[in-house]
């Protein structure tokens, strides 16, 4: 299940199920969005990322989606993995300009074996 | 290629020390950016620096920090007179041209103020 508090939210899923973690970002004008995943004591790693002119994108068991109506992102994980437990955020970028990442709040996977 | 490098991966400073942190970007790339977090939180954009040049400095702190990025050598980000508040993690990420396409980051700098 999913909780928010004063921490990050976290989401716990049984091992071999998909995860789906869900992002709001901020800007319309935002055209360029990057899921990044973050284990303890280690910088971001990139996951997959997406473009405004798509609504779907997948990689090797990660989809992105779009929904530019309601300014919503999500990560969809298949058969997830203890290996998949960390943090994850989205970040929102306007690729054409000299603006940096701009990174959501994070939601922390918590895998469970 | 070695990646985004920075040092030290952990630092300690007494209130009222400066701290420095470097960062080498990746081989090749010429744009650089210092991000912070703090606990339980997501990055914060500090500063975007190209060679010699500020690029956006508008999530840095106005005193006690300044951040550059030289012709030759490593970007540095420089905390003076640190307080208690400043202990985070500094990530700084780099890339080959403008825009987010490309952003890698190194596994940052931990401060921890005493």
């Known amino acids: 299940g999913e909780s928010v508090g004063l921490h990050l939210p976290t989401l716990s899923v049984q091992e071999g199920d998909n995860s789906i973690i869900n992002c709001a970002y901020s800007?319309?004008?935002?055209?360029?969005f990057i899921w990044y995943k973050q284990e303890s004591g280690k910088g971001p790693q990139f996951i997959i990322d997406?473009?405004?002119?798509?609504d779907k994108r997948q990689g090797q068991r990660v989809t992105v989606l779009l929904n530019k109506t309601v300014k919503h992102l999500s990560l969809q994980i298949a058969a997830t993995q203890p290996g998949d437990s960390a943090v994850y955020f989205c970040?929102?970028?306007?690729?054409?300009?000299?603006?940096?990442?701009?990174f959501g709040k994070g939601t922390r996977l918590s895998v469970i074996a | 290629n070695a990646g985004v490098m920075q040092n030290p991966r952990h630092l300690v400073r007494r209130r009222g020390q400066e701290a420095r942190l470097r960062c080498s970007p990746m081989?090749?790339?010429?744009?650089v950016y210092w991000y912070r977090q703090l606990p339980e939180e997501g990055l914060k954009f500090m500063v975007y620096l190209q060679k010699e040049n500020i690029i956006d400095e508008s999530g840095m702190p106005k005193e006690r920090f300044s951040a550059e990025f030289p012709k030759e050598g490593p970007s540095i980000l420089r905390i003076q007179q640190v307080v208690r508040g400043d202990s985070a993690a500094y990530f700084c990420?780099?890339?080959?041209?403008?825009?987010?396409?490309?952003?890698?980051f190194g596994s940052g700098t931990r401060l921890t103020v005493v």
């Open positions: 970040a929102e970028n306007i690729n054409s300009g000299n603006t940096p990442l701009v």
């Open positions: 081989k090749g790339h010429s744009h």
């Open positions: 997406i473009r405004s002119n798509m």
């Open positions: 800007n319309s004008a935002s055209d360029y």
């Open positions: 990420a780099s890339s080959q041209r403008t825009g987010a396409h490309g952003y890698t």
